[in-house]
């Protein structure tokens, strides 16, 4: 039985030899391509967010909540606001991959080589101008004197009020600017010892959606706010609806107009298409319905912001959820959008392989049979023109050799359905010894 299981087994020695090279070619070419291509997401990501109680900081924690269903975390850094998350994607040494910014904190060349990118904007950041009630205010020239609290430099509002208070023929002076953070400032413009304070912020942010129904404490109304969106295109005009606050109480008790940037996603460019992939759909879902300032589906937008938006981005605003993704888990459809180039140049390499084995196994099986006709033709030649005195010598030699020959391929280990050459090598062994004797009976005395 174990002689005949070696008759009648498939060749797997000689398929390894046949195709064992393109194997390790296709291998190779995938361990590469998968080294360079890059398809598995980092496990996790720091987002640079904001000061306590601020709009970051809550939509960090939205954003940290809708990544964590694929298994990715998102580390949540705090800062003092939109300065400092530039700051901290302009330095490699932060650890920061991607941060909320505001419209008009960079400029298109910078972040090109610093190597930045948008993911897109999300919302608008009106500019709340909150006073005390006491001050009759209707013109920002009217600050003058007063304590007004812009934040810590690292916010990104002392900048963006610094502009406004330009345009109005007024210099940093000519206002008593305050650094608090927003917490703090908020006490002290309670207890009355400053007179009015500045945010740049969502309408949901905490301390923005207490001081609106705070009484005593007013909302500046800009009514130039569409001369200042020509001044500075980074911004634009909205309103705040009379009663939006609270319709009962009639709050606010008019229309509000308002100047706004917008805030953005902003990342290093190295970040895994994966990972701003997950955060554009994160954005739509969080900012796409309808708000205070925006329609449904006005937000997120890769408009209104001078950075150069991501091109993974830029395909999802235009092209909407990736295919793949509504049907199959999110790693596997990531797996197969990254490595599709490699999937399709390892079709083209193998169809042509596929023909090219098969011919490859049969030469090597077969090969293992030929190279004996090698020695079987050594034996003719042998006999041929064999000088009288030396038949004697060199006929039974040949014979000898013959039968060595016969019992070395007696024991050739070779699939059955190449059995037809095996047996055909033996009845050609037989045919030579054959005539060996009938040579040797011509020249026997």
Partial sequence: MPKMLKFTRFSLRDFLIAAGPAAIAILATCVL?????????????????????????????????????????????????????????????????????????????????????????????????????????????????????????????????????????????????????????????????????????????????????????????????????????????????????????????????????????????????????????SAADIHGNSGWFSRRGEFPTASYTEIPVSPAAEKFYKNGQPLLQRYLPFWLANFFERMWVVVVALGALILPLSRI???????KVRSRVYRWYGQLRAVEQEIEDVPPEKHAQVYPAQLQRLNDIEERVNRISIPLSFADELYGLRSHINFVRRRIAGLMEKTAP
């Fill in 33 to 281: 391509a998968y080294w360079l291509v890059d398809p598995s997401p980092p496990s996790a990501v720091t987002l640079s967010t904001g000061q306590e109680n601020s709009a970051y900081e809550t939509l960090g924690k939205k954003y940290a909540g809708a990544l964590a269903r694929y298994d990715i975390r998102v580390v949540q850094k705090p800062s003092l606001g939109s300065g400092e998350n530039m700051q901290r994607l302009n330095d490699p040494e932060s650890g920061v991959d991607i941060a909320f910014v505001q419209s008009g904190s960079g400029e298109h060349q910078a972040a090109e080589r610093s190597g930045l990118v948008s993911l897109g904007s999300l919302f608008t950041e009106p500019v709340w101008i909150f006073l005390r009630s006491a001050k009759n205010v209707n013109q920002l020239t009217q600050l003058k004197g007063l304590r007004i609290n812009v934040g810590p430099e690292g916010t990104g509002v002392p900048e963006l009020f610094r502009k406004i208070l330009s345009v109005n023929g007024m210099e940093a002076g000519d206002v008593r600017l305050e650094m608090l953070e927003d917490t703090p400032a908020t006490v002290e413009l309670l207890a009355g010892r400053i007179d009015g304070l500045v945010f740049s912020s969502a309408p949901d942010a905490p301390l923005i959606q207490m001081l609106l129904q705070t009484p005593g404490i007013k909302l500046f109304d800009f009514s130039q706010a569409e001369a200042y969106t020509r001044r500075f295109p980074f911004l634009s005009h909205v309103v705040l609806p009379r009663g939006i606050v609270d319709l009962g109480r009639d709050l606010p008790p008019k229309d509000y107009h308002l100047i706004a940037p917008t805030a953005t996603l902003v990342a290093r460019e190295d970040l895994h298409p994966a990972v701003v992939n997950l955060f554009v759909q």
């Fill in 357 to 363: 084995i098969p011919p490859l196994y049969v030469w």
